[in-house]
């Protein structure tokens, strides 16, 4: 257990010494989206009857910035102690597999959580809506970061080098995320995209986590959080599997 403590130690740590490129920069990212989208479309658009614009693209933002830096903190741990040399430190210790997955994922949600909290409270100038349903949308919140933290870790035991690693983010995490419906609602697509949309996980995780601050969504929240809770165990499985079988991390 206290190597256990150590590592995760280590890995809130890590992000938390250079707050100002792992948090502040993400936060300002969000804020410019918000400025320049809502100023474009506030008074253009209603995607929901009695909704502005701005209060539909805040959660959709606030759950982007959760997803990309929660698969940023693990995928970047991991490939930086790769190439360094030091994950050898991280693998002599007599940690379980299991421990050491836990570690980089509870790592990868704290930081994503810390972000988001930083989202949420910039733009609550913005006219951000309250939370009716803060049930889900805690569940939201954990499973997607937990998600994109397993992400994350299977990406930084896969890629041998950063221009890898960049392009898994850049090929695969940014398009799911960026086609998830943070800018807009689904129903505003032709039906073969809408129908490309519902194989999106991350649409489940924007929809879901839009539903807690509107009480609206384009898919009943129930389902859209069974669909997440099952990509989460199913993304944590393979994790563990490669961990296990020490893929890449033992020669």
Same mark, same amino acid.
């Given at each position: 257990m206290n190597g256990f403590l150590a590592l995760l130690y280590k890995e809130l740590l890590r992000f938390w010494k250079v707050a100002v490129q792992t948090v502040v920069a993400p936060v300002v990212t969000a804020l410019?989206?918000?400025? +320049?989208?809502?100023?474009?479309?506030?008074?253009? +658009?209603?995607?929901y009857p009695g909704v502005s614009y701005t209060q539909f693209l805040v959660p959709g933002l606030v %759950? %982007?910035?959760m997803l990309q830096n929660a698969f940023s903190n693990s995928s970047s741990s991991l490939i930086q102690s790769k190439l360094t *040399?030091?994950?050898?430190?991280?693998?002599l210790p007599p940690l379980s597999y299991l421990q050491f997955f836990s570690a980089y994922l509870i790592a990868a949600i704290v930081r994503g959580l810390v972000v988001g909290l930083g989202v949420w409270v910039v733009?609550?100038?913005f006219g951000t809506p309250s939370v009716p349903h803060p049930g889900w949308l805690l569940?939201?919140?954990?499973?997607?970061c937990? !998600? %994109?933290?397993? !992400?994350?870790?299977?990406? *930084? +035991?896969?890629?041998e080098k950063y221009d890898q690693l960049a392009a898994f983010q850049n090929?695969? +995490? !940014?398009?799911?995320?960026? !086609?998830?419906?943070?800018?807009?609602?689904?129903?505003s697509l032709p039906a073969f995209w809408q129908t490309v949309s519902h194989w999106n996980p991350?649409?489940? %995780?924007?929809? *879901?986590?839009?539903?807690?601050f509107l009480g609206q969504s384009d898919v009943a929240p129930g389902f859209g959080l069974l669909v997440v809770a099952g990509s989460f165990v199913a993304i944590s499985a393979l994790s563990l599997l490669m961990l296990k079988s020490g893929y890449k991390l033992r020669h």
């Open positions: 410019l989206y918000l400025l +320049i989208f809502s100023h474009v479309l506030e008074a253009h +658009i209603e995607v %759950m %982007m910035s *040399g030091n994950i050898v430190f991280v693998l733009t609550l100038g569940a939201f919140s954990l499973l997607a937990g !998600l %994109m933290g397993a !992400l994350g870790t299977m990406a *930084g +035991i896969w890629a090929f695969l +995490i !940014l398009p799911l995320t960026f !086609l998830s419906g943070v800018f807009y609602s689904i129903h991350v649409f489940y %995780m924007i929809d *879901g986590f839009r539903y807690a």
